[in-house]
C-alpha cells in the first residue's frame, strides 16, 4: 500500500493570518494521524510564512510514525534539523516570492550545496529525499549525491488542461519512476494532488509513497481532518485495487 504523507502547511496559513494561536498545526497533525495519515510533512521556510519552529519542535515529540521534514538547502534550517531529527528531510527550492514550491530542485546547478547540506544531513542520522522534476538528469545526480529517495513532482501533471496533457505528463512520471527505482532510489510523488487526479499517479509502479497537503486541508475545512484524510487514503486505496 502507497504511503499517505500529509502536509500541514495550510493549516498554519489559517494560524499566520492573524498571528494567533488557532488552528494549531500539531492538533491537526494528530487528527490527520487518528484519520490514517502514514506520516506528516512541513516546509519550514526562511521567511517562516506558515510553519514555525515550535511546530517543528512539537511535531517531533508528537509524531511517532514519520515526520518528513521539507527544507531549503540553508545553513540556519540544515542546523535545526539536525537538532530535531525529524525522519526524513526533503530538499526543496525555495523563493521567497512564489506562492507555493514551484518546480524540482536543480541538483545538476546547485550540486555543491546541495551534497554539503545532505552530508550533514545523513551525518545526524536523517534520511534525505530530493524534490525533483521528472528528469534522468537530476535524479542520476541523485544518486550520486546519496539520496535515499526522491520525490517526483507532478505539479505539471496537477496543472494540465487537456487529456493528451495528462496523459504525456503521466508517462513522464512513470518514466522517471522507473529510473529511479532503477537506481535503488525509493520513490515518492507529491504536488498539487487532489481527490481525482489522485488516482492516476497512484497507478503508476514503483511509488511508495504520495505527500499530498492543499487539498486535503481544504476537505478538512469542511468535514474535518479525520475524515478528509480516511477519503484520500480510500481513493488510492481504491484506485490500486482497480
Request: hydrophobic share 45%; proline share 2%.
Amino acid at each position: 500500500m502507497i504511503r499517505l504523507g500529509v502536509n500541514i502547511d495550510h493549516v498554519a496559513t489559517v494560524r499566520q493570518a492573524r498571528r494567533g494561536h488557532e488552528p494549531d498545526p500539531v492538533a491537526a497533525a494528530v487528527l490527520a494521524l487518528l484519520g490514517g495519515a502514514d506520516g506528516i510533512t512541513v516546509h519550514l521556510r526562511e521567511d517562516r510564512r506558515h510553519i514555525q519552529e515550535r511546530d517543528v519542535r512539537l511535531l517531533r515529540s508528537v509524531v511517532t510514525s514519520r515526520l518528513n521534514l521539507e527544507m531549503a538547502s540553508v545553513d540556519s534550517i540544515v542546523h535545526l534539523a539536525c537538532e530535531i531529527k525529524p525522519d526524513e528531510a526533503t530538499l526543496v527550492p525555495e523563493r521567497r516570492e512564489e506562492l507555493t514550491t514551484e518546480g524540482g530542485l536543480d541538483v545538476v546547478t546547485h550540486q555543491k550545496v546541495v551534497a554539503a547540506a545532505m552530508k550533514r544531513l545523513i551525518d545526524a542520522g536523517i534520511e534525505v529525499a530530493l524534490f525533483l522534476d521528472p528528469d534522468d538528469r537530476q535524479i542520476e545526480i541523485a544518486k550520486v549525491l546519496g539520496a535515499r529517495a526522491v520525490e517526483i513532482q507532478t505539479a505539471r501533471y496537477s496543472e494540465a488542461k487537456t487529456a493528451a496533457d495528462r496523459d504525456r505528463e503521466l508517462t513522464l512520471l512513470q518514466e522517471a519512476a522507473d529510473f529511479a527505482h532503477k537506481r535503488g532510489l525509493h520513490v515518492h510523488m507529491g504536488h498539487g494532488l487532489d481527490y481525482a487526479n489522485v488516482q492516476a499517479v497512484a497507478k503508476i509502479a514503483g511509488v511508495e509513497e504520495l505527500n499530498i497537503g492543499h487539498s486535503i486541508v481544504s476537505r478538512a475545512v469542511l468535514v474535518g481532518m479525520e475524515r478528509a484524510v480516511r477519503e484520500m487514503k480510500d481513493a488510492i486505496r481504491n484506485a490500486i485495487m482497480k
